[in-house]
Nanobody, 114 residues
Framework: QVQLVESGGGLVQPGGSLRLSCVASGFTLNFYAIAWFRQAPGKEREGVSCISSSDDSTAYADSVKGRFTISRDNAMSTVYLQMASLKPEDTAVYYC???????WGQGTQVTVSS
């Protein structure tokens, strides 16, 4: 059974950092791309970043480029999203997504506020 479980969200002050984790089970992470999305209250879900399976190439939304870093640890079946220089507009529920399976995690809340 394909499953994605996110963790690492929380309350952080502007300028702070958080690292989100997405633990995958039911499939071999090595062979599949994974993406991070986020959804702020009253807004549509938007893509944040993704990492490929073949060469670990990455892509980022313009709004997070230079501040967020996506990475993967295949041995741990985990994809990370390191977030730095956080802004109030980064406040959202963050989801990881396995496009091959069309499967979402349950999400983790990130709140950036003083």
């Amino acid at each position: 059974q394909v499953q994605l479980v996110e963790s690492g969200g929380g309350l952080v002050q502007p300028g702070g950092s958080l690292r989100l984790s997405c633990v995958a089970s039911g499939f071999t992470l090595n062979f599949y791309a994974i993406a991070w999305f986020r959804q702020a209250p009253g807004k549509e879900r938007e893509g944040v970043s993704c990492i490929s399976s073949s060469d670990d190439s990455t892509a980022y939304a313009d709004s997070v480029k230079g501040r967020f870093t996506i990475s993967r640890d295949n041995a741990m079946s985990t994809v990370y999203l390191q977030m730095a220089s956080l802004k109030p507009e980064d406040t959202a529920v963050y989801y990881c997504y396995a496009p091959t399976f069309g499967r979402w995690g349950q999400g983790t809340q990130v709140t950036v506020s003083s």
